[in-house]
């Protein structure tokens, strides 16, 4: 008997046993692996393909153009083709380096690079046999100053169980340096039935490609049933638990002495290979362990590719798009929202966070206090707040906060470990307050123009409903969950599922043609009737509130514009955008138009709704809900309340408690200036429903009964 590899002998030896997945790829294969990405039951190939046509570009701007691009596990680099040609359209001295096992892979690598990528130079394609973690260090070595964007396709991370999975993905990382990107294709969690089909094909080519894997195994042991036909039984088993499919074989007859002290019997299971599938949380929760963070997602309702970078780039990244913004802003002791701070105040608070989360033992500055906590007076009342510093007399000048910014920063980078849960609860604190800043900017952009001196429009076709089948709404992650990167605690508890009846709901958010209409038919800021008598206490008292706090009417007589933190644009161009308003208009509407808001549980009921449409690729209930997860946060009604279970973050406490108060709302889904790491189907914001200056939109909802 031939040698045994270490692996190999450990992986035989494990309960249940199991093979390195090496030896699935040999030149069959390889071959039959071609197949199984060609068949109609398996979809990741496709979806990944897609991803990589459409959105080709997008991903490039996230890739340095000076980085080494390096893939692992290249195959014949047939979708990565698609990829590297966009990014010839931008960039002369890209450099492809592709990593594999097999050879046969890497030479069929340069045939498929050579043919579908005429403009990539022969001098800057490298080819690399070797194990991913191997050929990276070897790759890092032969380039020391090179940023490397690592591609690592296929969603082969699935191959590795849950643990396993994020000590290599750690180990990937540290090879490729402090500055590499890793763009990590993933497939996701779907029904067991469509999963099982994927793998147990009409065709059988997937249970030829594992059979074939055994039998390698047992040829490079030179075991004498390597040859053996019909010896293999395939199964197929989906774990629900574990969200992953396993693939196994068990012998019809004994195998004896496979290696020394190994052997199996007549139907003794070997797991030959796993593939795990992800949820946006489980993802996120496995770039967490590896100590990395996503910065990017970009995905099919069942595939995902993610940019993930370790998490200290990560905090970088998102200081220097708070830099970015605040760039565009002249003035910094600008305060365009009473109910804000100054702008200066966000660029303090942010480091004022960061410190004191992940430096706890650091003696506190005067600085750290003065921009320990912003601001939410009640907009009803604003002499109610929750507990803040008393506002100095003077707020510190641009040169003095970003004195201290660097200061902190120059601290957070110098320190040694610091907490996982700190680190991404900074990231995504500072993620946050970037569109508090560009909201701001959005109201001090309409002030400026006003100041500066600076018609017609089509109103957009009766907006088309759904119906939304009812069921069981299922919100929050489980507080014993394990599969979820960073959440706050407000999104996490034991809430009983809510039994929903159906209900209609409007494909299109309601646009800003749509509610200029409605300002101008129904006179709203006039009638008393379109609001509760809370809101509407409130808004008598404030004889400048005429329309959305983002219109803008430069003269008596001349046309709408609308501000936006990107500029101020008159409203014919922006006609079909969703209308940005507080929840007290958004319900005035309805009550004009004889609907409703959506609540927060029927909101899970859209999301499970546009997944169906989009898995079944068909038009279910009337369509699909636009713009449910974009474009604007979605009011709903529901009051932000703890689900039950709720237990404060103690990093964090008040950042829930201090608004479970009756006045705030949850908002979902995501506005444009959202960060995508923070994209997440579980993720509640909250805002008081009087306030009119949050990217937010709505939508009319119907109950069924009555349409």
């Known amino acids: 008997m031939a040698p045994v590899a270490d692996d190999l002998m450990e992986a035989l030896q494990c309960h249940p046993p199991t093979i390195p997945c090496r030896f699935l790829y040999d030149c069959l294969g390889s071959r039959l692996y071609s197949e199984i990405t060609e068949l109609p039951e398996y979809t990741p190939y496709r979806a990944e393909l897609g991803l990589l046509e459409s959105r080709g570009a997008s991903i490039g701007k996230h890739l340095p153009g000076s980085s080494l691009l390096v893939e692992l596990g290249c195959g014949d680099a047939t979708k990565t083709c698609h990829l590297l040609n966009t990014l010839l359209d931008t960039r002369e001295d890209l450099e492809y380096v592709g990593i594999d096992v097999s050879a046969e892979a890497l030479r069929q690598t340069e045939r498929t690079l050579r043919r579908a990528c005429p403009r990539l130079p022969a001098a800057s394609l490298h080819l690399v046999e070797a194990e991913y973690l191997v050929g990276l260090r070897r790759v890092r070595r032969e380039h020391p100053g090179a940023t490397l964007c690592v591609l690592w396709l296929g969603s082969s991370i699935g191959n590795f169980a849950d643990g396993q999975a994020e000590v290599y993905l750690q180990g990937l990382a540290e090879a490729a340096g402090p500055e590499a990107r890793l763009l990590l294709g993933a497939d996701g969690w779907k029904a067991p039935a469509l999963l099982r089909a994927a793998y147990h094909d009409s065709r059988g080519v997937t249970e030829r490609f594992i059979v074939n894997g055994v039998r390698n195994m047992l040829r490079t042991l030179g075991h004498p049933d390597a040859e053996a036909e019909g010896l293999w039984a395939y199964q197929v088993e989906v774990s629900r638990e574990l969200q992953r499919v396993e693939m196994w074989v068990a012998p019809r007859r004994a195998v004896r002495d496979i290696v020394p002290g190994v052997s199996l019997a007549p139907g003794e299971r070997l797991l030959v290979e796993i593939s795990r599938k992800f949820t946006q949380a489980s993802l996120a929760k496995l770039a967490q362990g590896a100590g990395m963070a996503v910065l990017e997602r970009w995905a099919t309702p069942g595939y995902a590719l993610s940019l993930l970078r370790p998490a200290r780039a990560a905090l970088t990244a998102a200081w220097a798009d708070t830099d970015a913004v605040l760039g565009l802003v002249r003035d910094w002791t600008a305060r365009p929202i009473g109910l804000r701070n100054p702008f200066s105040f966000y660029y303090g608070h942010n480091m004022s966070f960061a410190r004191t989360r992940l430096l706890p033992g650091a003696a506190p500055s005067a600085l750290d206090e003065t921009y320990s906590r912003g601001i939410d007076p009640s907009v009803a009342d604003p002499t109610r707040c929750h507990a803040h510093p008393a506002p100095p ?8 906060v970003t004195a201290y910014v660097r200061g902190v920063r120059k601290e957070l980078l110098e320190a040694g470990d610091l907490d996982a849960h700190a680190l991404h609860m900074s990231i995504e604190h500072e993620r946050m307050h970037q569109e508090t800043l560009c909201y701001m900017l959005a109201k001090q952009r309409r002030a400026d123009w006003v100041c500066a001196g600076g018609g017609d429009g089509a109103e957009a076709a009766k907006n088309r409903t759904a119906l939304v089948t009812g069921g069981q709404a299922r919100l929050g992650v489980p507080s014993a969950a394990t599969k979820h990167g960073f959440v706050w ?26 509610f200029k209409r409605f300002v101008e038919d129904a006179k709203p800021y006039d009638t008393p009737e379109l609001w509760t008598a809370k809101d509407w ?16 009417y430069p003269a008596p007589g001349q046309p709408l514009h609308v501000a ?23 319900e005035a509407y309805c009550r004009w138009a004889g609907g409703r808001i959506m609540s927060e549980p029927e909101h899970a009921l859209c999301l499970a709704h546009n997944e169906r449409c989009a898995l079944s690729d068909a038009s279910e209930g009337g369509g699909a809900l636009l713009q449910l997860e974009s474009a604007g946060w979605e009011w709903t009604c529901t009051p932000f309340a703890p689900f039950k279970g709720f237990s404060p973050d103690p990093l964090y406490p008040e950042y829930s408690t201090d608004f479970f108060d009756g006045e705030h709302y949850v908002l979902k889904g995501s506005s444009p200036y959202t960060h995508p790491s923070m994209r997440r189907t579980s993720f509640r914001n909250f805002y008081q429903r009087l306030y009119p200056y949050v990217p937010a939109k709505f939508r009319l909802v119907f109950d069924a009964r009555e349409e």
């Open 537 to 552: 206490a409130h808004l008598s008292k404030c004889p400048d509130w005429r329309h959305p706090a983002s219109w803008v």
């Open 489 to 514: 605690d407000n999104e996490m508890g034991e809430p009983e599922p809510v039994k929903l009846p159906a209900f209609h709901a409007s494909r299109r958010p309601v646009t800003i043609a749509q």
């Open 564 to 586: 936006f933190a990107e500029g101020v644009f008159p409203w014919t161009e922006v006609a079909e955008r969703p209308a940005f308003v507080s929840l007290a208009e958004a």
């Open 393 to 400: 007399p003077e707020w510190p000048g641009r040169e003095e």
